[in-house]
């Protein structure tokens, strides 16, 4: 089954992704392998993507275990 492309609109700009923070500890961000989330190792909280914007409220993000927060901090 092939992947549809994404659609341009919703895709964000990597040069937006350097400037953005977590909201919490104000650390840097890592875009996740799907690229629908950005993590904050240092909160261990992802912050969902939803059509290219990325959602970086508390209340939007969800807690990630010890084992994903290895696999984003290499």
Request: hydrophobic share 40%; glycine share 2%.
């Given at each position: 089954?092939?992947?549809?492309?994404?659609?341009?609109r919703?895709?964000?700009?990597?040069?937006?992704?350097e400037?953005?923070?977590?909201?919490?500890t104000?650390?840097?961000?890592?875009l996740?392998?799907?690229?629908?989330?950005?993590?904050?190792?240092?909160?261990r909280?992802?912050?969902?993507?939803?059509k290219?914007?990325?959602l970086?409220?508390?209340?939007?993000?969800?807690?990630?275990?010890?084992?994903?927060?290895?696999?984003?901090?290499r």
């Amino acid at each position: 089954m092939t992947e549809a492309p994404a659609d341009p609109r919703h895709v964000v700009d990597p040069q937006t992704l350097e400037m953005l923070v977590c909201p919490l500890t104000k650390t840097r961000l890592t875009l996740s392998a799907d690229r629908t989330e950005l993590v904050s190792v240092a909160a261990r909280l992802a912050f969902p993507i939803v059509k290219g914007v990325p959602l970086l409220s508390l209340d939007e993000a969800r807690n990630v275990d010890l084992e994903e927060i290895q696999r984003h901090s290499r």
